[in-house]
């Protein structure tokens, strides 16, 4: 089991540019959540994904950020025109069923310069 | 409004001593209390985790005690070791809701010394 694969591991984008960030949930699971972690907010919910249907994205910033799910194997969070105040850590986690044990991936760290 | 509150920012405790980590909610429809582990650089690790029809979980060294009417948890870590020092995330869901997103407390970071 190899976990959930998250790449790449560090982005560093200019001021404006776009920043895709994937995820590969642990093979079987169901569900896909994103979070973002920042020292000042804490880990916080984004989006959700469950048999590649988003079920919730009451986290995710209205502009800019999108998230989809084409498939089983992988999840993708797009960031559009990047800000500073995006810098973050983003975490993707998967669940076999998006009830309980959430399963973390290692993050992908964004620097917006 | 922070719906997951965890009492302490820090702990440090000796090496073969208890720590006990407190965590309170506000959402009575919570219904499944995760406990997570981070090293630096490392994504959060499941730790150990209670649903609310239970009052205590144990596992190992790691035990939860869970108060539904108070609603509040806590994380006893038994005989702590060197190697437990981390940050604690507690983190609760509506399990049975529409969504099974996590909400987190700010995290407590352990040190233990030996």
């Known amino acids: 089991n190899a976990g959930v694969i998250q790449t790449p591991r560090h982005k560093v984008t200019g001021k404006g540019q776009e920043a895709t960030l994937w995820c590969e949930p642990i093979?079987?699971?169901?569900?896909v959540f994103w979070y973002r972690q920042t020292i000042v907010q804490g880990l916080e919910f984004l989006t959700y994904?469950?048999?590649?249907?988003?079920?919730?994205d009451s986290g995710m910033p209205k502009e800019r950020f999108s998230a989809q799910m084409p498939n089983q194997s992988h999840s993708t969070l797009k960031i559009q025109s990047t800000q500073p105040q995006d810098s973050a850590v983003y975490l993707c986690?998967?669940?076999?069923?998006?009830?309980?044990?959430?399963?973390f991936g290692p993050g992908t760290r964004l620097t917006v310069l | 409004q922070q719906q997951v509150r965890q009492s302490s920012q820090s702990l440090t405790v000796w090496e073969g001593e208890t720590a006990i980590l407190n965590c309170s909610y506000e959402?009575?429809?919570?219904?499944?209390f995760p406990w997570y582990q981070q090293f630096p650089g490392e994504g959060p690790a499941l730790l150990i985790a209670?649903?609310?029809?239970?009052d205590k979980k144990e596992d190992g060294r790691f035990t939860i005690f869970f108060n539904k009417r108070e609603k509040n948890l806590s994380l006893h870590i038994k005989d702590s070791q060197p190697g437990d020092s981390a940050t604690y995330f507690c983190?609760?869901?509506?399990?049975?809701?529409?969504?099974?997103?996590?909400?987190f407390g700010e995290g407590t970071q352990v040190t233990v010394i030996s």
């Open positions: 986690a998967s669940s076999l069923d998006g009830q309980y044990e959430q399963y």
């Open positions: 093979s079987g699971h169901s569900a």
């Open positions: 959402n009575s429809a919570f219904d499944y």
């Open positions: 994904f469950r048999n590649q249907a988003p079920i919730d």
């Open positions: 983190a609760a869901s509506d399990a049975g809701g529409l969504s099974g997103k996590l909400t």
């Open positions: 209670i649903r609310s029809v239970s």
